[in-house]
């Protein structure tokens, strides 16, 4: 089949042949375009608007290989964060190339109703953030916003937003979200968290170690497979 990446911006189409069976294996949203009665017998084409090409091609790459790759092709280096200068928005250093490549990956997740991409792009944030423990802290602020834009209340990904925020976050910070969040939920489950911890005497759960990350994972809520298990089976 064919899949059309049509940017209403500067009208400019970019096309992908695709055999759509693995697509519609792990997207809820391609398995209703591939299964849904058609009139004509020519090749089915798909065609949306405004995604980023970029988030696609992370997509294609994701559901081919089984891996997200989200770094540049040109080598970035890891963001140097003066924490004795304090910058005004210090998430704004931390969320470098590849942090806004993973939103958008993650946005994406959500467009097409791919739980098992979701899931796969949690798995990739909790591995960087291993790797960048110095930027942990000022990445935590950031991703939030990205988790709670595109996740609904009660989603695990959003578990795992406030637990990172509850381990990684100081007292200024937490000033700084009731500021500036646009999300009540999220400043809500944040006090539910902080509850947990302070008034049921609960251990704060640290998402940075163990390793099976599947209560962040949001193919719980919908009881089936987490995407590990069932990748081996698609081709
Ligand atoms: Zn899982």
Redo the contacts with the bound molecule.
């Keep these: 089949m064919t899949i059309i990446l049509h940017s209403s911006k500067d009208d400019v189409q970019h096309k992908y042949y695709i055999l759509g069976h693995a697509l519609a294996q792990s997207s809820t949203y391609f398995r209703g375009c591939i299964t849904a009665p058609r009139v004509s017998d020519k090749p089915l084409e798909i065609k949306l608007f405004d995604i980023e090409r970029e988030a696609f091609e992370v997509y294609l790459k994701w559901i081919y290989t089984g891996r997200l790759f989200i770094r540049s092709l040109k080598t970035e280096s890891a963001p140097v964060i003066d924490v004795e200068k304090q910058p005004e928005r210090p998430s704004d250093l931390a969320w470098t190339e590849e942090w806004g490549r993973w939103g958008a990956a993650y946005a994406l997740g959500q467009r097409l109703n791919d739980v098992d991409f979701k899931?796969a792009c949690i798995d990739a944030a909790i591995e960087k953030l291993r790797q960048e423990l110095r930027s942990a802290r000022h990445v935590a602020q950031a991703i939030p916003n990205i988790i709670y834009t595109y996740s609904v209340d009660g989603s695990p990904a959003r578990a795992f937003a406030v637990d990172l925020v509850l381990r990684q976050c100081t007292h200024a910070d937490f000033e700084a979200i009731r500021k500036e969040s646009a999300f009540p939920d999220f400043v809500g489950d944040l006090l539910v968290g902080t509850s947990k911890q302070f008034v049921m005497g609960m251990k704060q759960p640290d998402p940075l170690q163990g390793t099976n990350?599947?209560h962040y994972?949001e193919?719980s809520t919908v009881d089936a497979k987490?995407?590990?298990l069932k990748k081996a089976y698609w081709f």
Excluded: L, M, Q, S
Aim: overall charge neutral; glycine content about 0%.
């Design positions: 899931d990350n599947c994972h193919h987490c995407y590990k």
